[in-house]
């Protein structure tokens, strides 16, 4: 007995104290161990857990987390700002009034989706707006417009009896051309048309037009008279040899200027590199080429006086003795024939000019061009010219129809050095070309309109003459011109401008990212409540929460 309670003895631990809790683990299994209830209740679960089959460890686990979800997701209802969703996880409730509140949250997510892809489909298929600019172009900011003149005498009498007396077949056929509505290809045969190529014909248009000395009796510039071979240059248009004022330098009008095949320009100002879009440099000379207006008012701008010299009429592309006039951009060459303002002498005419000023926000280049139907000059590059316009561009792609098809282009036309001239020889051809202009539209469709143009346009007011001021003209002018002269021949025209700024129209996005977002935002806020911070909320319930309830939960493991 006394070895037995000595093997007891030393085959568990004990306390000293006797009211110590029993040992938490006996050496021998045949003695009896008291618990406490609770420790029972648990280890009783414990046992049964693993006396029942068919619960596993994934069982207990997925059970844990359902519990889990369910738990976040009744607490996330319960305290989301979204209106209505506590009615649905209001325990109180019954299902009934819980899916009545679910239908209406759910009505007003179809509400918002449906307005908010309104707003979309509006934002993508017409995102700009032309809206007028609070802030107005000051005048010394804007060009002189360029100005083409052309008497509407296709040949000076003098010369063209010279040439019906004396000429030789050629200059004939050249002179019936000019002045007959019979298609070229009526006009010429094969033997005399090899001979009239373009550099022919160009000699023979300088010699039978008339000349810009002529043409140019007087002009006058910010009050001071000044010669008018300084300020017009000799210029081939689609209405013959005509003169033009203000034009760019031809190193910044075309890309490559010295292999261009056309007539020569002189300038007796600095050119300046200016563009409808970038405007004038910083460093441009106030006095540089194109010229900016000096003030408002006649007395500010240009006055001409044009001398028509009726006598040397022999024909005329117009029905009485006129000259055609166009206001045009000064980076562009002139369409005179067909957009030309007709002015008759004996006259004293004002020119108001109004100027149309059209610009746009740099944010529009993220729109696409299909739906802003405009171009940056960064977006298109010409072959033959260094700024884009609409012009250019329509210029361009004519000469490129005319060259594929007849393999050469018109005079007036954008070509260089070795792009051949069409001649009388190649009359079939080109005297389809009112067809290739009605296809414009469908060969150039990718000639849009500039983002930034300026054009300009006029405001026309018209007197005859006074007695007083043919008189006046008459002693001013050289070659001692009669009252009568002046009377039948001359026209004074004045071209001013009559405001210090002018209206801008500015192209800009009428949906921004940031209208688009408040939009969306006003919609969901009164549909159902949605703000910035109820997403944030949504987005901790779904991640930051589950994961951290996950971390805090204790790790179990267990046998299978």
């Given at each position: ?217 007087m002009?006058?510039?910010d ?6 071979q ?20 031809r ?12 007539m020569?320009?002189t ?66 060459t ?50 033959f ?51 290739i ?30 007695k ?10 050289s ?82």
């Open positions: 007995m006394q070895h037995e309670g000595l093997n007891q003895k030393t085959n568990y631990w004990t306390t000293e104290n006797s009211q110590d809790p029993a040992p938490w683990y006996v050496w021998d299994h045949k003695r009896t161990i008291s618990r406490s209830k609770s420790e029972v209740g648990s280890w009783s679960t414990y046992l049964r857990f693993f006396e029942r089959p068919h619960h596993t460890h994934q069982d207990v686990i997925s059970g844990c987390d359902s519990r889990g979800v369910r738990k976040d997701l009744r607490e996330y209802l319960l305290t989301s700002t979204l209106h209505g969703l506590r009615y649905v996880g209001e325990k109180k409730l019954t299902w009934f009034e819980r899916f009545f509140w679910l239908g209406a949250f759910s009505c007003s997510i179809v509400c918002a989706g449906f307005f908010i892809l309104n707003v979309y489909d509006k934002w993508r298929s017409s995102p700009m707006i032309v809206s007028i600019n609070p802030e107005n172009m000051a005048l010394q900011n804007l060009p002189f417009p360029a100005i083409t003149v052309c008497n509407v005498n296709q040949a000076k009498k003098s010369v063209a009896e010279r040439y019906k007396k004396d000429g030789n077949p050629v200059n004939k056929k050249l002179l019936e051309s000019l002045c007959t509505s019979q298609d070229d290809t009526e006009i010429f045969v094969s033997d005399v048309a090899q001979s009239a190529d373009w550099d022919y014909f160009r000699s023979f248009l300088i010699n039978v037009t008339q000349p810009c000395s002529e043409m140019l009796a002009c006058i510039w009050s001071g008279e000044m010669s008018c300084d300020l017009f240059n000799a210029q081939l248009t689609d209405e013959g040899l005509c003169c033009t004022f203000n034009v760019v330098h190193n910044k009008l075309f890309r490559n200027p010295k292999d261009l095949n056309d020569n320009f300038f007796p100002l600095p050119s300046v590199d200016w563009t409808p879009e970038g405007g004038y440099p910083a460093d441009a000379p106030y006095n540089g080429f194109p010229w900016r207006p000096r003030g408002i008012g006649t007395d500010h701008g240009l006055t001409l006086v044009l001398d028509a010299n009726v006598a040397e009429y022999y024909c005329a592309s117009t029905k009485s003795p006129s000259f055609k006039i166009l206001l045009h951009n000064p980076t562009e002139p369409n005179i024939a067909n957009l030309g303002d007709i002015y008759g002498p004996g006259i004293e005419a004002r020119i108001a000019i109004q100027p149309r000023i059209m610009d746009a926000a740099p944010s529009l280049q993220g729109i696409d061009v299909k739906k802003r139907v405009c171009l940056f000059s960064s977006e298109k590059a010409l072959v010219y260094r700024t884009y316009t609409l012009k250019n561009c329509e210029m361009e792609c004519e000469a490129r129809n005319m060259l594929t098809l007849c393999k050469c282009v018109l005079y007036y036309m954008p070509k260089n050095k070795t792009t051949r001239v069409c001649g009388k020889a190649d009359a079939n051809c080109y005297s389809n070309i009112s067809f202009r009605r296809g414009r539209q469908m060969s150039c469709e990718e000639c849009l309109p500039a983002c930034t143009e300026i054009s300009y346009y006029e405001r026309m007011s018209s007197a005859r003459l006074s007083a001021m043919v008189e006046q003209y008459a002693k001013r002018l070659g001692n011109k009669t009252a009568e002269y002046v009377t039948n021949n001359m026209l004074i025209i004045h071209f001013f401008f009559e405001d210090l700024t002018f209206t801008r129209y500015t192209k800009g996005e009428i949906f921004g990212l940031t209208e688009f977002l408040s939009n969306t935002g006003g919609l969901l806020g009164l549909c159902m409540g949605f703000s910035m911070m109820s997403l944030v909320e949504l987005i901790y319930y779904v991640t930051l929460r589950a994961l951290c309830q996950t971390r805090r939960r204790p790790k179990r493991h267990f046998t299978q």
